[in-house]
């Protein structure tokens, strides 16, 4: 596709269950960011990936959670025991350089998925 | 310790109306970059700008411009002859080696028809 997509779209699980939410970027880009935004608040960064740098995972608010990218293709953010507050919309963006490239770069981001605890 | 802050909770406007949005940093790294994203109603997330620190040249993207004073620790966003499609909340952002992505609260613009 031509841009970032997101799956599932909406997800939504019993608390103490593990969820998996896969970010497919787009082609070509090799940077990946994961955010979280709670409903009606602010966003908050989760973790970063830059080609096959280690990333950047000081977003990452407990143990709990976990990412990976495998090269520079799909990732997969991972909640474990999922909490209430774990409940948020969670987005993905790429972008064709990273943080620390051209002024330039843009990043491009996915719809989100809606994770809801009860 | 790095810090956005976007004092202006709420703004409203009038159609066609110049409007600011003001975003002060904190960050003691001397190379840093600055962001502003918009979330239109339908939830989407749109990246607007990226400034580099070492950049301070203003930028104007059609009616959009963004005024980088690092005199001020201010990265403001100024939208010109407003439309009612503007009508979001804005965020700016924070970023630099020695810490993660910090946002502001946002500030969400309402353009009156």
């Known amino acids: 596709g031509a841009g970032v997509s997101q799956s599932p779209s909406n997800k939504v699980t019993e608390k103490g269950k593990d969820v998996e939410l896969r970010c497919d970027p787009i082609s070509g880009h090799t940077a990946l960011y994961w955010y979280r935004q709670r409903l009606g608040q602010g966003l908050e960064f989760l973790i970063y990936f830059q080609g096959n740098s280690a990333p950047d995972k000081s977003g990452l608010p407990s143990d709990r959670f976990s990412a990976e990218r495998t090269g520079e293709s799909v990732s997969t953010l991972t909640i474990q025991r999922t909490q209430q507050e774990d409940s948020a919309v969670y987005l993905c963006?790429?972008?064709?350089?990273?943080?620390?490239?051209?002024?330039?770069?843009?990043?491009?981001f996915g719809p989100g998925t809606r994770l809801t605890v009860l | 310790a790095q810090k956005v802050t976007q004092a202006q909770t709420e703004i409203s406007v009038v159609e066609k109306e110049d409007v600011t949005l003001d975003c002060v940093y904190e960050?003691?790294?001397?190379?840093?970059?600055l962001f502003w994203y918009k979330q239109p109603p339908s939830g989407e997330l749109v990246f607007l700008i990226r400034?580099?620190?070492?950049?301070?040249q203003n930028e104007i993207s059609g009616r959009y411009s963004w005024n980088f004073q690092k005199s001020t620790s201010s990265f403001n966003f100024t939208i010109t002859a407003s439309q009612v499609v503007d009508s979001a909340v804005y965020f700016c952002?924070?970023?630099?080696?020695?810490?993660?992505?910090?946002f502001g609260s946002g500030t969400r613009l309402s353009i009156r028809p």
């Open positions: 952002a924070l970023y630099s080696s020695a810490s993660k992505i910090i």
């Open positions: 963006a790429s972008s064709l350089v990273g943080l620390r490239g051209a002024s330039t770069d843009t990043q491009y």
């Open positions: 960050t003691r790294d001397t190379t840093y970059y």
């Open positions: 400034r580099n620190s070492f950049d301070e």
